[in-house]
């Protein structure tokens, strides 16, 4: 059955995929990453030197005499329509989130500035040896599509009602994997943080906490719990917040997911709290979002209300060192498995031991104590206690992220030996001096990253053959 859409209602998701380009390749973005919190640059001088001004492409005096010419990037062209469609989905995103607008002129020349940004990248990404596969971009294309509950013809088919042609479409996608990647691929390099430089920043924020200042625009999807309720009562609320929160992970729209389930303040503006001071939110929350990006959703959280999932939309003001953060309590189950054989069995064993877990039939700490080769975890029945976001190896905090309390993962095989994970518990707890400490040197490495990516823009941009026609 072919989907019928409102005019520009697709703008949006056309031109703002990064993130489901990244899912679909199985990267794992920074946090803000979308938002510009980057990675670090390599070395300026790996960047190409600026070239003369390249032979024109093809499509050169098609696109001057039907769409009419923005920029020339290289060797690539940047169409006024291509504009004109960005330029009016960055207008509705604005408008959606109460954002006051430049004028017309000046959002023209953000934009394009922008696109000309997203070119020279995507281009010096294909020069320094890297490439998307057309399977690589047939998932993307898959996955945005399924997030819009469309089929690929029909996301097509929509695409083009749109003005926008496919094969543009898909470029621009290319060059939003490309982008990730080259994110991606610093990401093992964050810079270094001196100790001097936490204590510095610590001590900042300790005096912040003295009058803070902060506020938050938060959005949220709230299901309630009868203070009277049984226990069945709540466990069937808890399973609808669990299939919320699955659709999130896998990529729903949280404003959609809100004013079509939240029965919570803000349902019909997509859960949007609007813009508050933090000392007119409710404590939980704002020890929830405080140690979030902007656009990055919470797990469930419980008040004495019901159930929460939060996304922090903005944020302003100084903020004070979090005293709290999400922590999730993990026990874990190591096998060895040095070879190919042994790696099979291991992964079969940790199979069948996750479904007797989840079936009720043992105990993941007797299971741990019994068998796990990790002997600093197993006489402890696995735990590996309390852990902060990101304080795992990537691959074991990304298959943490996706379990809810009582889960167990799937084996999970890293070297010579594979790990099994059980979610025990997660919740807002007091921060340890050694976690604080912890996350105030993320947060000093991915400032130092922003600013790093920001020169490699910047270098990338100079070096690149940009030709603008009305500067002419």
């Known amino acids: 059955m072919n989907k019928t859409l409102p005019p520009r209602a697709l703008l949006a998701m056309m031109l703002a995929s990064l993130a489901v380009c990244a899912q679909a390749q199985g990267l794992r973005l920074p946090p803000g990453a979308a938002g510009g919190l980057s990675v ?13 001004p390249p ?28 504009l004109q469609l960005r330029v009016e ?8 989130a109460g954002a006051t607008l ?34 690589t971009l047939d998932r993307a294309i898959a ?47 964050l810079p270094t943080v001196s100790e001097s430089e936490i204590d510095e920043f610590l001590s900042k924020q300790d005096a912040a906490a003295a009058s803070p200042q902060a506020a938050y625009d938060i959005a949220q999807i709230f299901l309630p719990v009868a203070q009277n309720a049984t226990e069945a009562q709540v466990a069937v609320v808890k399973q609808k917040i669990d299939a919320i929160d699955a659709k999130l992970k896998a990529g729903a729209d949280f404003a959609q997911l809100a004013t079509q389930d939240s029965q919570g303040e803000g349902a019909k503006h997509g859960g949007d709290l609007g813009m508050r001071p933090a000392n007119r939110l409710p404590t939980l929350f704002v020890d929830t979002v405080r140690n979030l990006q902007p656009g990055q959703i919470s797990p469930v959280i419980r008040s004495a209300a ?12 100084e903020t004070a060192a979090p005293t709290t953060a999400m922590q999730s309590e993990v026990r874990e189950i190591v096998l060895s498995a040095g070879t190919d054989a042994q790696r099979i069995r291991a992964k079969a064993e940790l199979d069948s031991i996750a ?3 989840q079936n009720g039939k043992v105990q993941f700490s007797e299971k741990a104590r019994e068998l796990s080769q990790d002997p600093a975890t197993a006489a402890k029945g696995g735990a590996l206690g309390w852990v902060l ?15 809810n309390p009582g889960d167990v993962s799937a084996p999970i095989v890293m070297g010579n030996k594979v790990v099994l994970l059980q979610l025990v518990d997660r919740a807002v707890r007091p921060l340890e001096a050694s976690q604080k400490r912890a996350l105030a040197r993320e947060v000093l490495q991915r400032q130092k990253a922003a600013e790093d990516f920001d020169e490699l823009v910047r270098d990338v941009r100079a070096r690149t053959y940009v030709h603008i026609p009305e500067n002419d």
């Open 355 to 357: 479904q007797a877990v």
């Open 102 to 135: 430049p004028s017309a002129a000046q959002l023209r020349s953000q934009v394009l500035n922008q696109m000309i940004d997203e070119v020279a990248l995507a281009q010096y990404a294909e020069q320094i040896g890297m490439g998307v596969n057309q399977d």
């Open 306 to 317: 019901g159930f929460h999932i939060l996304k922090l939309l903005q944020v302003s003001g």
């Open 143 to 189: 996955q945005v599509a399924s997030n819009n509950k469309l089929t690929v013809p029909e996301l097509r088919s929509a695409i083009e009602k749109e003005g926008m042609g496919w094969s543009t479409y898909r470029d621009q996608l290319k060059r939003e994997i490309l982008i990730s990647r080259l994110r991606e691929r610093s990401m093992a390099q």
């Open 40 to 52: 670090p640059a390599p070395a300026a001088a790996t960047v190409p030197p600026m070239a003369a």
């Open 55 to 82: 032979a024109l492409p093809s499509t050169f005096s098609s696109a001057r005499t039907s769409d009419g010419i923005a920029a020339i990037v290289g060797n690539q062209v940047i169409t006024d329509y291509d």
């Open 89 to 96: 989905a960055t207008r509705q995103q604005a408008q959606a």
């Open 389 to 403: 976001p990101g304080q795992l190896d990537p691959v074991l905090d990304a298959a943490l992220q996706r379990l």
